[in-house]
């Protein structure tokens, strides 16, 4: 809400500055978000007097004429309007300066003569359309003042940001209210003339109301015999330094008084509407109606309709009907001021897709008793700008009359919430600078009745606010509050859903971190082209209703498409050698779900590039699966968890290898290598990129409730023995470990293994395994260790399709 | 032999043992030598090994000066590796550069987000209050319904919103964490709740994803002054100890009286100039917008069926990346979700 101080001054007379008049709201809730000059751009213009005018001998269009600006000398300024004479007061742009369109003003010889300056029409100062001469000035101003105090224009205007409680500041006169109340200033509301004549507008028009929930009050006036014109300079003047373009006198009187007063009105032409009624009701479902934007709108049953004796005319609250707007023709009109149910109005709006000024504040609410009061300012108002005769009274229905509302009040209440020391007689003081009134009822109890235009105070909490603001938040002392709860569980701290806790995330990223891992934030959404060349749209994949583009249609099933793009992102930028994680949620629909989506807690893994950070002293080696295994069960270990059983699965589909994780028989993720042509061609990676998507849920779930249990190892000494298998191809070495563990030989303790070799052109691959032995209650002799380790080695050529080298 | 030929032969002992360590050049060859004087069949071993072909009375002295030999050749040894050591750093010069670039291995970092909801989860837990999460895909219940924003209320335009279907959205704040505290536990109770929220917006100074914090405490007899205690001291603990807070009064419609809070410019430190330049952070007012926060309002409380009368309390909630722009100095929103590792990798030190 744009606030031009001359017009607050008109309410009340504020003479501080600026800055403390700026400072005050913004404490009082009114934030000040910008003081703005809404004339800036014609602050190096002045005024000419226009001292002599000859005709240009080259040019008989031109005019050639001698200006006092204030300087010492006149300026030569040729003009090319048809309207300048010597005599005239003109506003002159003088050399140096730029016209608002962006034209610069230079010293210039236009055929021939010279010419130091421009003598501007109101179209070039973007003060009107017009065009059809130069702007002639008041006879009064003084060559060589500033155009701006000339024309006496509001060139300071505060932007103030208001929260959708506080309708009643969308006027002026509510922020008038306001600033008297902070500055302890009276409040002077706008005088004006009302002649009223002739036959009473209820005869000539009655009010019929069909939906009293959706509308408590209309009221009309009749204006017969007025001429549309443009408005008088001072009314258009100040609608500019709203923001609001003028357009007639009767259309800137309604939006003069709304912005005044806060109650949008209407004009219909009045030989346009039929029936001698105005009717209020619903539209029916899919009936038509074109608004004066002149867009035919499909309405609903419930939006709203202001119709005459045939047809609807208006879209009540939100916008007029193209059928009975005001035009240059007009003589008659019928004025509306009504109140309308803000919910309803806002849905309208919403379901039409139409914003309106009017429609701002209905939705907002409007001070019902004083609709009426508008709607005697704009008709006089309009009657001292257009002319014509006001019929006498107005056309009212008001089915549901306004009703003030009683709060009761407790000083202590108020005290105790705002720690603040304020005794009853201050809060008295400050509900009736607001315009309450403040009975007492008994010691402990103030009985308030808020004014009909605070909306937002309906209890008790609401008053205690506004003492809080005119005592000022500034005013409470700062205490920690001691802290009483019971402790939650960690079951109890993760609610609506059963995921790991932000502990155990934070866990997950500290250990990410270690293995040198960059933590990447990607947001929620994809696309769900993106999902699709990635084989990852899938059924349960989440739309966004109303997504802000393609490219975030879609809630994220996995990390990767994220992840992915931060490759290629970086890529471009010629990062390369890339150790990304992320945890995030994912999402999957789920019809049992309160929310219907499923959000599960995932680690996402990506490494591409170089295994090491530097060459030198490693060597220059492209990241494998091993690498990102090995982070994996490192993870795991830290987590105090068993190894995971990793082996070929079906998905995801645009990973080459792809590897299940499975712990304790529950799947925990993959691990896999982007198909090459996927990562080049849709992220410019041109070596592998191995990534990884792991269940932090699950892995929450399993790794919950242990504890670390100290065991006393063996003090007897380990015999190692090495053993070595040439395996066909088909021999793994889990198979391997499967079989050992299997074996039950007593004393067989662990296996490590030492080496993979494979010869050049053989399919085999020798593996050499380190089996330790140690018998937990005495020292084995080399004779019982080898008679174990032959008994082993027996076991595994029984077993698996395996030899010993010759 | 006697005990004076047993004397002897240790003499001899230690000087050849002398005159060997002399010669030698190469730590390397230490242990050979050291095998051959002191080892299990070691020359010193062997002559110990005489000695019970002494006479009976002279055993003892002469076992005790086998052991003063023994003493002498490892003292002379360690000597000489000292000395080899220590000549060897010169001698080895050539072939050793101390400023070689160590094995160094990958270094990680948590992206600023997550840094800054770390610590500030950190100062609340600190004094007391608990961390709660909940799902980013929320009701229009516990989004808006529940926190006194039913439809049609105009408060639905302070949040552009995501939706997944008419009842479903993308949560626009971490509020709704409040009414599922509360739905969960009795009172008194103090948590926070982190997380993502989303809104369809989309410019320079906003993005459809970021982070807040919920705060959220219930007690009796909790004032204002318990918010404005517990919000400055976060602001304290995350900026500086001199950081000054304003609390301007505003409207969310979950809380009454609300308020926004200010704090004194981080980057000019309240003074509107950065030196001679204008303050950009700021625009020169000396202060800016941290996060909002209020008494929690009556109806959140009927809501939830906690008697208003008796249990006050007051919720607050913040802007993580707006809390990391200030705290890092980072001037342009959309690097948080670039995920560029020169971005990132500016984190490793956190
Ligand atoms: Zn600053």
């Known amino acids: 809400m744009f606030l031009s101080i001359n017009w607050l001054k008109e309410f009340t007379p504020y003479t501080g500055s600026l800055d403390e008049l700026a400072h005050q709201l913004t404490m009082l809730g009114l934030e000040v978000e910008e003081v703005l000059n809404p004339f800036a751009h014609l602050e190096p213009f002045l005024v000419g007097h226009v001292l002599d005018c000859s005709p240009h001998q080259n040019a008989d269009s031109l005019s050639c004429c001698q200006v006092d600006i204030g300087g010492e000398t006149p300026v030569a ?23 608002p369109g962006g034209m610069k003003i230079k010293k210039a010889k236009i055929r021939g003569a010279l010419s130091q300056g421009m003598i501007c029409s109101e179209k070039e100062l973007e003060l009107s359309e017009d065009h059809s001469g130069i702007m002639v000035l008041d006879p009064k101003c003084t060559p060589g003042t500033g155009l701006l105090q000339a024309l006496n224009l509001d060139t300071v205007v505060l932007d103030i940001g208001i929260t959708p409680n506080r309708a009643d500041c969308l006027s002026i006169l509510g922020l008038a209210r306001e600033v008297a109340a902070a500055f302890d200033l009276p409040l002077h509301l706008p005088e004006f003339q009302l002649q009223e004549e002739g036959e009473a507008c209820s005869s000539l028009i009655r009010i019929q109301i069909d939906a009293p929930e959706l509308c408590p009050l209309y009221q009309a006036r009749i204006i017969q015999g007025l001429s549309i014109r443009p408005s008088p300079a001072w009314m258009r003047y100040r609608l500019l330094s709203m923001g609001l373009r003028p357009i007639n006198n009767v259309v800137d009187v309604s939006n003069y008084v709304m912005l005044e007063l806060g109650q949008p009105l209407h004009a219909f032409d009045r030989s346009l509407l039929e029936g001698g009624v105005i009717r209020v009701g619903c539209a029916a479902d899919g009936q038509k109606f074109t608004t004066l934007d002149n867009q035919e709108r499909v309405l609903g049953s419930g939006d709203l309709l202001i119709q005459d004796g045939v047809k609807p005319v208006a879209l009540a609250g939100v916008m007029g009907g193209a059928n009975s707007e005001i035009n240059a023709h007009s003589t008659d009109l019928l004025l509306e001021s009504a109140v309308f149910d803000p919910g309803n109005t806002r849905r309208t709006g919403r379901s039409l897709g139409l914003s309106s000024e009017s429609a701002y504040r209905f939705e907002r609410g409007v001070d019902q008793p004083g609709s009426t009061f508008a709607l005697d300012r704009a008709a006089g108002l309009i009657q001292s700008l257009a002319g014509g005769r006001i019929c006498t009274g107005r056309a009212v229905s008001e089915p549901r009359p306004w009703t003030p509302r009683v709060v009761d009040f407790r000083p202590k209440r108020a005290q105790s919430l ?20 403040v009975r007492p009822l008994h010691d402990k109890t103030l009985r308030v009745t808020p004014p009909s235009y605070r909306l937002d105070l309906e209890r008790e909490v609401d008053l205690i606010e506004e003492i809080g603001r005119f005592h000022g938040f500034e005013r409470i002392e700062a205490a920690l509050p001691r802290i009483r709860k019971s402790p939650l569980d960690a079951d109890a701290q993760v609610l609506g859903a059963s995921l790991a806790s ?3 995330l934070n866990r997950t990223k500290t250990w990410a971190q270690g293995q040198g891992y960059a933590e990447a934030v990607n947001y929620s959404f994809c696309s769900r082209q993106e999902l699709e060349s990635l084989g990852l749209a899938d059924e349960g994949i989440i739309p966004v209703h109303n997504p802000l583009s393609a490219e975030q249609d879609s809630m994220r099933p996995a990390l990767a498409p994220g992840l992915l793009r931060n490759v290629r992102t970086n890529l471009d930028q010629g990062n390369q050698n890339l150790r990304f994680f992320e945890i995030a949620r994912v999402f999957q629909h789920d019809p049992r779900s309160e929310t219907t989506a499923r959000e599960a807690n995932r680690l996402g893994l990506l490494c591409h590039g170089r295994r090491n950070p530097s060459f030198w002293p490693w060597t220059d080696e492209a990241v494998s699966y091993l690498d990102l295994k090995g982070a994996i069960e490192h993870f795991f270990l830290s987590l105090g968890l068993e190894p995971a059983r990793f082996s070929p699965g079906d998905a995801p589909q645009y990973c080459r290898s792809r590897i299940r994780m499975t712990l304790r028989g529950e799947d925990i993720g993959f691990l896999g290598r982007v198909q090459p042509g996927i990562a080049k061609d849709l992220y410019h990676a041109r070596t592998p990129v191995w990534i990884s998507e792991i269940d932090l849920d699950v892995l929450y779930r399993l790794s919950r409730g242990q504890s670390v249990v100290y065991r006393p190892w063996v003090k007897f000494p380990p015999v190692q023995r090495d053993i070595t298998l040439i395996c066909p191809p088909e021999v793994s070495y889990s198979q391997i470990q499967d079989v050992i563990a299997a074996s039950n030989i007593p004393a067989q303790e662990s296996i490590s293994l030492q080496d993979v070799y494979q010869p050049d052109q053989s399919f085999e691959c020798n593996l050499t395994l380190r089996i330790t032995y140690r018998h937990h209650k005495k020292t084995l002799t080399d004779k019982e260790v080898d008679k174990q380790h032959f008994e082993l080695g027996k076991k595994l050529l029984k077993a698996l399709p395996v030899r010993f080298p010759a | 032999m006697t005990g004076e030929d047993f004397a002897g032969r240790l003499e001899a002992i230690e000087r050849d043992f002398a005159r060997a360590l002399e010669r030698l050049e190469r730590e390397a060859d230490l242990e050979a030598l050291r095998v051959a004087y002191l080892g299990r069949k070691g020359s010193l071993a062997q002559l110990m090994s005489s000695l019970p072909e002494l006479p009976a009375e002279q055993r003892p002295a002469a076992g005790k000066r086998a052991n003063e030999c023994k003493k002498t050749l490892l003292d002379l040894l360690s000597a000489k590796q000292d000395a080899l050591q220590a000549g060897g750093q010169t001698a080895d010069r050539s072939r050793f550069d101390a400023t070689l670039p160590g094995r160094r291995d990958w270094i990680g970092s948590k992206h600023p987000v997550t840094l800054v909801l770390d610590e500030i989860c950190a100062a609340f837990t600190a004094i007391g209050f608990d961390v709660v999460t909940g799902p980013e895909i929320e009701n229009d219940f516990y989004n808006f319904e529940a926190l006194n924003i039913p439809r049609e209320h105009p408060a639905r335009d302070m949040q552009d919103t995501l939706y997944i279907s008419d009842s479903i959205v993308l949560r626009t704040h971490t509020s709704p964490l409040q009414i599922r505290t ?34 959220l405490l219930v007690d009796e007899e909790v004032s204002m002054a318990d918010l404005r205690g517990t919000l400055t001291y976060f602001v304290r603990t995350i900026f500086s100890k001199k950081t000054r807070v304003r609390f301007r009064p505003s409207y969310f419609p979950f809380t009454e009286p609300s308020a926004e809070v200010d704090i004194s410019c981080v980057i000019c430190r309240g003074t509107g100039f950065c030196g001679a330049d204008p303050c950009r952070v700021c625009k020169q007012t000396g202060w800016v917008e941290i996060l909002g926060c209020g008494m929690v309002d009556p109806a959140v409380f009927e809501k939830v069926d906690y008697d208003p009368e008796r249990w006050t309390g007051f919720a607050f909630g913040l802007g993580v990346e707006r809390v990391a722009m200030l705290k890092y100095c980072i001037d342009d929103l959309r690097l948080f979700f670039e995920n560029d590792v020169r971005f990132l990798n500016q984190f490793q030190a956190c």
């Open chain 1, 502 to 504: 932000h502990e155990f």
């Open chain 1, 77 to 99: 300024v040729v003009c090319g309007a048809p309207n300048v004479a010597a005599g005239q007061k003109v506003a002159v742009a003088p050399v140096g300066s730029s016209l």
């Open chain 1, 418 to 437: 705002l720690a603040l020391s304020t005794d009853a007689a201050a809060s008295q003081k400050v509900l009736e600078n607001i315009g309450c009134g």
């Open chain 2, 182 to 215: 509360m739905e969960t536990s009795p009172p008194p109770l103090a948590v926070i709740a982190p997380g993502k929220v989303y809104r369809r917006d989309a410019d320079l100074t906003h993005t459809p994803m970021f982070h807040q914090i919920e705060g």
